[in-house]
C-alpha cells in the first residue's frame, strides 16, 4: 500500500503543479497590461470542478500490476522532482 500511496500522491502532485500555470500565467498578464479574461471567482470555480475531481482519481486508482515488482525508491529520493 505504500507504493501505491506514493505513486498516487506523485501524480496528484505533478498534475496540481501543472494545471496551475495556466491559471497563473493569466494574471501575470495582467501585469503586461493584457485585460483580465476571468474573475478570480471564475478562476477558483473552474480550479475547483478540475483539480479536486482529478485528485481523487488519482487518489483511487488501481496500482500497476508490476508496481511491486519494481524496486523500492530510494529514502533520498524526493517525491517530486524536476
Known amino acids: 500500500q505504500g507504493r501505491l500511496a506514493a505513486v498516487n500522491l506523485q501524480k ?16 501575470f498578464a495582467e501585469l ?3 485585460p483580465q ?4 471567482t471564475h478562476v477558483l470555480l473552474v480550479d475547483i470542478g478540475t483539480d479536486i475531481v482529478t485528485a ?3 487518489a483511487v486508482q488501481a496500482s500497476e500490476a508490476d508496481l ?4 523500492p525508491r530510494p ?8
Do not use: D, F
Not at 68 to 71: A, G, N
Open 12 to 27: 496528484s502532485i505533478m498534475y496540481t503543479l501543472c494545471s496551475k500555470i495556466p491559471q497563473v500565467a493569466p494574471t
Open 32 to 34: 503586461l497590461g493584457v
Open 37 to 40: 479574461a476571468l474573475k478570480v
Open 56 to 58: 481523487i482519481a488519482y
Open 68 to 71: 511491486m515488482h519494481s524496486v
Open 75 to 82: 529514502m533520498s529520493e524526493r517525491l517530486v522532482g524536476w
